[in-house]
């Protein structure tokens, strides 16, 4: 069974490879996004050396790989699982062999592993070239940052299954999948870091997933968080992957019971 879900990834890589030509202009949307907030901070910075724990060149480093990052956990699993459930072919899914959750998963990771290679890899490559990006020196800064950034894939991938199975109860969840685009972005720290929001705010996105997305694995790279305060940040990415479990096994388990299909 193993073998099957591995195929769903080759599949998925290979077809987006097909239609590889709409990531390289996707690269310099992204690196308008990056030249947009790094001129933008460069004008808040002023004379001021650090704003929020974080410096100029911090914040630089911070935007360059948030952008980057966000290349390779971005899926629109959401999306394809409220079509399947609005078209009907959910009820051909459920007949199958395989847990169908478990492969739109494989199949966003195939998609996350083409947009690593051929999106993530040469954007971040030419942000080193237009912007004062600083890697970092430490292995462990950039083991630590690798093993977040996948579960930076699972947890936003978890997000993507819980808004998607909300088809099941409201029938249309557009609006829904809307919302989430814009809450991820907003309070994952991918707009601002979440050490610049007012205290209150930044002290509740703690209790939340959002900020294992983006604000964690970025806080890894840029060297804000180092040695012990790795494994630190990497526990709370590991808490939210196996509580996030919970309400996607009940919603399933709840979505099985209510199928109804509108068409095909």
């Known amino acids: 069974m193993l073998s099957v879900y591995t195929d769903f990834i080759r599949i998925r890589f ?4 097909a239609y590889r030509v709409n990531y390289y202009s996707g690269i310099l949307i992204y690196m308008l996004n990056i030249g947009v907030y790094y001129f933008t901070w460069q ?3 002023g004379d001021k050396g650090e704003i929020g724990g974080f410096t100029a060149s911090q914040m630089t480093t911070y935007i360059a790989v948030s952008w980057m990052a966000r290349a390779f956990y ?5 999306r394809e699982i409220a ?5 009907g072919s959910i009820a051909i899914q459920f007949i199958r062999p395989y847990n169908y959750l478990f492969v739109k998963m494989m199949q966003g990771f195939g998609e996350g592993l083409f947009r690593f290679t051929l999106f993530m890899i040469p954007g971040m490559l030419l942000a080193l070239l237009l912007f004062p990006v600083r ?9 630590g940052f690798l093993v977040m950034l996948f579960f930076s894939f699972l947890i936003n991938s978890q997000l ?3 808004t998607g199975l909300m088809a099941f109860f409201v029938e249309n969840n557009e609006g829904i999948m809307r919302m989430k685009r814009v809450v991820v972005d907003l309070f994952s720290g991918l707009v601002i870091p979440i050490s ?5 705010l930044s002290a509740t996105m703690q209790w939340l997933p959002f900020q294992a997305i983006t604000y964690l694995p970025g806080s ?11 494994l630190e940040v990497f526990g709370i990415q590991l808490i939210w992957f196996f509580a996030l479990l919970i309400p996607i096994f009940f919603m399933w388990r709840a979505a099985r019971k209510r199928l109804f299909v509108q068409g095909g």
């Open 160 to 162: 993507n299954i819980l």
């Open 43 to 45: 004008a808040i910075y």
């Open 83 to 87: 079509t399947d459930i609005r078209d």
């Open 74 to 78: 971005f899926n629109n699993l959401d």
């Open 196 to 200: 610049l929001f007012p205290g209150w």
């Open 135 to 143: 890697l970092p020196t430490d292995p462990l800064a950039w083991i």
């Open 220 to 230: 890894v790279f840029t060297g804000r968080t180092k040695g012990t305060g790795i």
């Open 14 to 17: 290979l077809t987006m490879l």
